[in-house]
């Protein structure tokens, strides 16, 4: 069935440092993946997207990276900052094409100052 | 433009009680579900829709009903609250054609 793992569950980084986490989807018909941060006691919210047809995409300190054949996306954030710490979610599109999201267990990401 | 709207923010129950969460959104969106997130875990998919009259079970739909009359809400009804429905409950919507979802506030819901 459509199933997305995410890891690692938990990551604590030095503020300035990169923070990586990986996400590996099922369904090879998945085109879609986006990534979301959610503060304590928010709502998740869309920080960057990347679709099958690119490679990699960056936003300022974010980037996203997507192996088709491998079926792995990653997010990367560079420089970290403590306003980084948050539960980061990743998703991928259901194979079905109905809008559907089939999302990661979540990574919660910790910068120390 | 509002994007996603939940109305309550805060609500308290008994056991046994039922209630609807309401969720309006003003985008057009096609498809629409309701999550739950309990204390430390991820998002779980109770319902969705992708459009009026089409709904369709997700990953932990018992103890909940929704209905889609019209493209901008999709009521969650909890028929008999039980304190295992504790939890925070999402709206979300997006197109059919995959893109991000948009996500209402939240609903903090406690059954005692």
């Known amino acids: 069935g459509e199933n997305v793992e995410q890891h690692p569950s938990t990551l604590s980084v030095q503020e300035g440092d990169s923070a990586v986490i990986k996400c590996t989807y099922s369904?090879?018909?998945?085109?879609?993946f986006p990534w979301y941060k959610q503060e304590l006691g928010k709502r998740p919210q869309l920080i960057i997207d990347i679709r099958s047809n690119v490679g990699e995409k960056k936003d300022q300190r974010i980037a996203v990276t997507l192996n088709k054949t491998a079926k792995h996306f990653s997010l990367h954030i560079t420089e970290t900052q403590p306003e980084d710490s948050a539960v980061y979610f990743c998703a991928a599109t259901a194979s079905s094409n109905t809008g559907k999201l089939i999302f990661g267990q979540g990574t919660t990401l910790q910068v120390k100052p | 433009n509002a994007g996603v709207t939940q109305t309550p923010k805060f609500q308290v129950l008994k056991t046994g009680q039922s209630m609807t969460l309401q969720c309006a959104q003003d985008?057009?969106?096609?498809?629409m579900s309701w999550y739950r997130q309990d204390p430390g875990m991820g998002l779980r998919l109770i319902h969705y829709s992708v459009g009026a009259g089409i709904t369709d079970q997700g990953e932990v739909p018992n103890g909940y009903n929704v209905s889609r009359s019209t493209t901008e809400d999709f009521p969650l009804r909890l028929l008999s609250a039980a304190p295992s429905q504790t939890s925070v409950y999402f709206c979300?919507?997006?197109?059919?054609?995959?893109?991000?979802?948009?996500f209402g506030s939240g609903t903090r819901l406690t059954v005692v």
């Open positions: 985008m057009n969106h096609e498809y």
């Open positions: 979300a919507s997006s197109n059919l054609q995959g893109s991000g979802y948009t």
């Open positions: 369904d090879s018909a998945s085109n879609y």
